[in-house]
């Protein structure tokens, strides 16, 4: 899913406990196949094996790294803006050997939406792997924040992904002409959202202690 991250002078949420509270809990939630974690720099390494697929670099809009240490250096702004807690990033890896499945990013928009970006690796492209990265990332954004609504997007030629948003609870919204921050370029692109309200976890999503969550839940009620 395409995206374009925005730089804002705001704590995720306007809340500097739910980046702490997104990454200490997202160990919890799990599928059968996958388990979230905390972004490492070591990730670095799968992602620049998945820009060696060019249509991979089309979805994010970036151009195709000529070497591995301009992948570290995106990896790092991308850590450094965590830990600034500009964005929440997560990585999903195989429960069975824990091999680098996506990059999950939440970013602030407006007051009480996150932008879910998502950065699979070629080789999970097919087998309902997306679908699941998807509905597992809403889970834990809306169990462990307190988003009232996830947005995405993604350009008018990924079918893929847009599929995957609608299967995963996303409503399409908007139809409009962005510029993707590295090409420069206008690019058609699909806007797609998700309230919390009449939102459920996925049957296939375990959080792996449900009192964990309703603590979460109570954290949010008491910051509100």
Not at 38 to 63: C, G, K, M, Q, Y
Not at 164 to 180: C, D, H, I, N, W
């Amino acid at each position: 899913m395409a995206q374009t991250p925005p730089r804002q002078n705001r704590p995720l949420l306007d809340e500097a406990a739910s980046l702490d509270r997104l990454e200490r809990r997202s160990v919890y939630y799990h599928t059968d196949r996958l388990a979230l974690r905390p972004f490492s720099i070591v990730d670095a390494w799968p992602l620049w094996e998945a820009t060696r697929v060019a249509r991979f670099n089309e979805h994010l809009l970036w151009p195709q790294p000529a070497h591995v240490d301009q992948v570290f250096e995106r990896a790092e702004a991308i850590s450094a803006e965590a830990r600034q807690r500009r964005l929440g990033a997560l990585s999903v890896g195989t429960r069975a050997t824990g091999a680098w499945v996506a990059l999950l990013r939440l970013m602030p928009g407006e007051i009480g939406h996150l932008e879910l970006g998502l950065w699979t690796h070629p080789s999970f492209w097919e087998g309902g792997w997306s679908t699941e990265i998807t509905r597992l990332a809403v889970a834990v954004a809306f169990e462990q924040t307190g988003a009232a609504v996830l947005t995405a997007r993604t350009n008018t030629r990924n079918i893929a992904a847009q599929r995957v948003l609608e299967k995963a609870g996303f409503e399409r919204y908007a139809e409009a002409q962005t510029v993707p921050s590295e090409h420069g370029q206008p690019m058609p692109t699909l806007f797609y959202r998700q309230p919390r309200s009449g939102w459920r976890r996925a049957p296939e999503v375990y959080c792996r202690s449900d009192a964990t969550q309703r603590e979460a839940v109570a954290e949010l009620a008491l910051a509100d």
